[in-house]
């Protein structure tokens, strides 16, 4: 079982930064893609950002469109965590954030199938 663990959620105003992160603990982390999902309300969640494993902290890296060229994604192995860098924040980017780890090689992460996700950190962008 992966325990993960989000932080860094808040109010920023449109425009504005933000860095989330989540923590994994468990038998997880090692060989496991990392992943940001988040739920706006009355709607689904939605894949965000995610990052393949890679024993050197890299690894490839995919983005929804909607969050192309704002969002950051990484990860540092030495301390099992993730964060999500988030630039030009936009009032539709307001959301609950979920972490998600997934075992499964490649950009398997995206399609939000996996049993492995933290409890949410809550977004809210002003405009």
């Known amino acids: 079982q992966v325990q993960l663990v989000e932080s860094g959620g808040g109010l920023v105003q449109a425009g504005g930064s933000l860095r989330l992160s989540c923590a994994a603990s468990?038998?997880?982390?090692?060989?496991?893609?990392m992943g940001w999902f988040r739920q706006a309300p009355g709607k689904e969640r939605e894949f965000v950002a995610a990052?393949?494993?890679?024993?050197?902290?890299?690894?490839?890296?995919y983005y929804a469109d909607s969050v192309k060229g704002r969002f950051t994604i990484s990860r540092d192995n030495a301390k099992n965590t993730v964060h999500l860098q988030m630039n030009s924040r936009k009032p539709e980017d307001t959301a609950v954030y979920y972490c998600?780890?997934?075992?499964?090689?490649?950009?398997?992460?995206?399609?939000?199938?996996?049993?492995?996700w933290g409890q949410g950190t809550q977004v809210t962008v002003s405009s």
């Open positions: 468990g038998r997880a982390f090692v060989g496991y893609a």
């Open positions: 998600a780890a997934d075992p499964r090689p490649g950009a398997t992460i995206t399609k939000g199938r996996t049993d492995d």
């Open positions: 990052i393949s494993w890679n024993m050197w902290s890299g690894g490839a890296t």
